[in-house]
């Protein structure tokens, strides 16, 4: 029996020794973020760079490879749980038809900055997705979709970086600015949950004006989250159409859509709930480790300032627009 797991465990196939090594830095990130002041993916994600050229030989690689790709979607399956229909529609039509059109407007804003920039697809579908609904937990969505293209595990590291970053700028600066204007509570909480790109992000500045800010906020920002089904449905069915191999959507895609479904008929209890949730997090974290583990820094220097100048227009137009309406039309 002993012989037996140590051949397991030693194989050059086995996914046990890298997977054990990425989970293992992605709990070490989730558990030491408070201290350093750093989100846990940007932190897993600087993990997996440490380590990165001896995971990237054996026996490490097999499991890195799999907490990249298959954990990843696993991750990713699980988020269906945060979208809570209920609490989304609390705020009447305003906020649905805010996102409704802000979502498909920042991606398609995306597509156009992208092509201007000459970026590769899937350089500015991860970065539209992750600017128009929810930071890096998008992009990583969008990217396991996209994981069959060539450019996909490179550019998303870098994009998931400059997104959260972007995010932490703007959980700062967004409410000394909204009390400098003296927007009203509602419509700040609209502003600050449709353009701030991480639910931890919105609630770190939603919270810091108010209660009533930071609960207005949340609810926005959900509705953005919620927008992640169909964005990913519709990469997914395009994905597909461009592609010559392949017998459908991605099996993820139908779980992932199934959790939304139960959730949102209320047939999760809250304590299989907040354990999806956990599994959630512990599972992106292990496949943001594996990403940082393929970084070379060469490659990551040689994005350039392309990515970031999208990334920093979509961010700010998603601000500006709806800050204009609020002055001209005097508040959602």
Request: hydrophobic content about 60%; some cysteine; proline content about 4%.
């Amino acid at each position: 029996m002993g012989f037996r797991l140590y051949t397991l465990l030693s194989s050059q196939g086995s996914i046990i020794p890298g997977f054990a090594l990425c989970l293992a830095l992605g709990m070490a990130a989730v558990f030491s973020s408070p201290f350093w002041g750093v989100p846990s993916l940007i932190l897993a994600l600087f993990l997996g760079y440490v380590i990165g050229a001896p995971a990237r030989e054996f026996p490490l690689y097999s499991g890195i490879e799999f907490s990249r790709q298959n954990i990843l979607k696993l991750g990713v399956v699980l988020l269906g749980v945060r979208l809570d229909l209920h609490q989304v529609l609390a705020l009447g039509w305003t906020p649905v038809l805010l996102v409704s059109l802000s979502v498909p407007l920042t991606i398609l804003l995306a597509w156009v900055i992208g092509r201007w920039l000459r970026l590769p697809t899937e350089c500015w579908l991860i970065g539209g997705a992750a600017v128009a609904i929810c930071g890096a937990s998008a992009a990583m969505a969008v990217a396991a979709v996209l994981s069959a293209r060539q450019g996909t595990s490179r550019i998303l590291p870098y994009i998931a970086a400059s997104v959260t970053g972007i995010g932490s700028i703007a959980m700062i600066s967004y409410p000394f600015l909204v009390d400098v204007l003296g927007i009203n509570a509602q419509s700040a909480g609209v502003l600050i949950g449709i353009s701030i790109h991480d639910v931890a992000q919105v609630a770190g500045a939603g919270y810091a004006i108010s209660d009533t800010v930071g609960d207005v906020a949340i609810y926005t920002k959900m509705l953005r989250v919620a927008a992640l089904v169909p964005v990913i449905a519709i990469i997914a069915i395009w994905q597909k159409s461009n592609s010559d191999h392949g017998n459908g959507l991605p099996g993820f895609l139908y779980a992932f859509a199934a959790i939304v479904t139960l959730n949102a008929l209320g047939l999760i209890g809250d304590q299989v709930k907040w354990l999806a949730e956990e599994l959630s997090t512990v599972f992106l974290v292990t496949a943001m480790v594996g990403l940082g583990a393929k970084i070379q820094f060469v490659n990551l220097l040689g994005e350039s300032w392309r990515p970031l100048f999208l990334l920093l227009v979509l961010s700010v137009l998603l601000f500006l627009v709806p800050l204009l309406v609020i002055i001209i039309g005097g508040g959602f």
